[in-house]
């Protein structure tokens, strides 16, 4: 099954990334795995 994000969804999934990665290094990348593994879960 393939998946994409609606790019408004893509463009706030971006910001979320570079705020957590603002917020803390690393933790940017810890929610993209995150999102990516729930996404494998549902799939």
């Known amino acids: ?8 969804a893509k463009e706030e999934f971006d910001g979320a ?5 603002q917020s803390q ?7 993209v795995e995150e999102v990516y593994a729930t996404i494998a879960r549902i799939i």
Do not use: I
């Open 25 to 31: 290094a690393g933790l940017g990348l810890e929610f």
């Open 17 to 21: 990334v570079n705020f957590y990665e």
């Open 1 to 8: 099954m393939r998946y994409y994000f609606h790019p408004e």
